[in-house]
């Protein structure tokens, strides 16, 4: 089961400097991410999104791949790929992984303008060795769904209270 983790920090550099060394992390295998995305509250009170990764791209390419081999079948790969590539490129276009837009929309609207928060979906993690690595970039926890000790725990790494 993925633990969501909303930190806010008081600019979108810093976020995305976050999200780029979680990122770092996780090719290091010091924490497994399901998503991760950072959510700008523009100076005019806009929100904008900025997700980590697209997944129309990844759908594409699969249903080109089965849609080919399919096609092998009836003496027709271009064809198939071609439909499949479609196929695959429709079906993920229209599925939403990993956090739900519409909240993080919802929490970006209590943000003060100026400011951004990250998401991130965590399925494991070795947090002695991975908030030590964010912390330095300051922010504050606005909302995870840790139990109450983990998430004051979380608290106090983050504000540099925690031991390393």
């Known amino acids: 089961m993925s633990n969501l983790i909303a930190i806010s920090y008081p600019d979108v550099a810093t976020a995305v400097a976050v999200r780029d060394r979680l990122s770092d992390l996780q090719r290091q295998n010091l924490i497994t991410m ?8 523009r100076a005019n009170g806009t929100i904008k999104l900025h997700q980590t990764q697209g997944t129309t791209g990844m759908g594409a390419a699969g249903g080109a791949l089965w849609g080919g081999l399919i096609g092998m079948l009836f003496f027709m790969p271009l064809f198939g790929m071609a439909l499949g590539a479609a196929t695959g490129a429709a079906g993920s276009a229209m599925a939403d992984a990993g956090v739900n837009d519409e909240f993080m929309r919802e929490l970006a609207d209590t943000l003060e303008p100026g400011t951004a928060a990250l998401f991130v979906l965590v399925v494991r993690s070795t947090p002695d060795k991975v908030i030590p690595e964010i912390q330095p970039y300051g922010g504050h926890v606005i909302q995870t769904s840790l139990n109450r000790e983990e998430e004051a725990q979380l608290r106090e790494m983050m504000e540099g209270t925690g031991v390393r």
């Open 34 to 41: 399901e998503d991760m995305a950072v959510v700008e509250r």
